[in-house]
């Protein structure tokens, strides 16, 4: 059961430790110290909800039509082989984030901008429902690897909001998002090539 909850945390992490949209809004959030604590629990409660719903989904399809989720298998180490690329470029290349210096804005408005970011990403569907959706079905406890794999992103969404005013002189850096791009590089590739040869 550990070595389940520790591969959905590992998997989960090295998903959503990225610059993307909506961590570059919750980095945002927290440089700024705004509504922080319910972005983050947005982040981590919508995360969950679709991990579950991945899980849960895939499970009936590996029972009903194990072809479909060899499909996804094989779709989903493709699409980790390209985004371990990408943050290989990234690393090579690296960028910063920086907070913008608009004045406060109001709760409701933040929300649905979270919400926006999170529900009209088309990469959360694949990261979340399909893909660990279908690592946690190759799991002896599927639902112990969702508990780990939301608990990384309870874990980074908290860091990312609760810490950003700590890290705004280190991210910066652009050699911050070298070193934490070439870590996502190599972890998506591994989680790759463990997909292929399942």
Same mark, same amino acid.
């Given at each position: 059961?550990?070595?389940? %909850?520790?591969?959905?945390?590992?998997?989960?992490?090295?998903?959503?430790v990225a610059i993307g949209a909506q961590n570059a809004f919750v980095l945002k959030q927290g440089l700024r110290r705004e509504h922080v604590l319910p972005i983050?629990?947005?982040?981590?409660?919508?995360?969950?909800? #679709?991990? @579950? &719903?991945?899980?849960?989904?895939?499970?009936?399809?590996?029972?009903?039509?194990?072809?479909?989720?060899?499909?996804? +298998?094989?779709?989903? @180490?493709?699409?980790? *082989?390209?985004?371990?690329?990408?943050? @290989?470029?990234?690393?090579?290349?690296? *960028?910063?984030?920086?907070?913008?210096?608009?004045?406060?804005?109001?709760?409701?408005?933040?929300?649905?901008?979270? #919400?926006?970011?999170?529900?009209?990403?088309?990469?959360?569907?694949?990261?979340?429902?399909?893909?660990?959706?279908?690592?946690?079905?190759?799991?002896?406890?599927?639902?112990?690897?969702? %508990?780990? %794999?939301?608990?990384?992103?309870?874990?980074?969404?908290?860091?990312?909001?609760?810490?950003?005013?700590?890290?705004?002189?280190?991210?910066? +850096?652009?050699?911050?998002?070298?070193?934490?791009?070439?870590?996502?590089?190599?972890?998506?590739?591994?989680? &790759?090539? &463990?997909?292929?040869?399942?």
């Open positions: 059961m550990i070595a389940s %909850a520790v591969a959905g945390f590992s998997s989960s992490f090295g998903l959503i983050v629990m947005v982040c981590a409660f919508s995360d969950a909800l #679709l991990i @579950a &719903a991945g899980i849960a989904g895939l499970g009936a399809l590996v029972q009903a039509h194990p072809d479909v989720v060899t499909g996804i +298998r094989w779709v989903g @180490a493709a699409f980790l *082989g390209g985004y371990a690329f990408l943050a @290989a470029k990234r690393a090579w290349r690296p *960028g910063t984030l920086t907070a913008t210096q608009a004045g406060p804005s109001r709760l409701g408005a933040t929300l649905l901008t979270c #919400l926006a970011f999170t529900y009209l990403n088309p990469h959360v569907y694949i990261d979340t429902v399909l893909l660990l959706g279908a690592i946690a079905n190759q799991q002896t406890h599927r639902w112990v690897f969702g %508990a780990g %794999a939301a608990t990384a992103s309870v874990v980074w969404f908290t860091m990312l909001g609760l810490g950003a005013h700590k890290l705004a002189p280190v991210l910066a +850096r652009p050699v911050a998002w070298r070193v934490i791009d070439a870590a996502i590089a190599t972890m998506m590739l591994g989680i &790759a090539v &463990a997909l292929v040869r399942a």
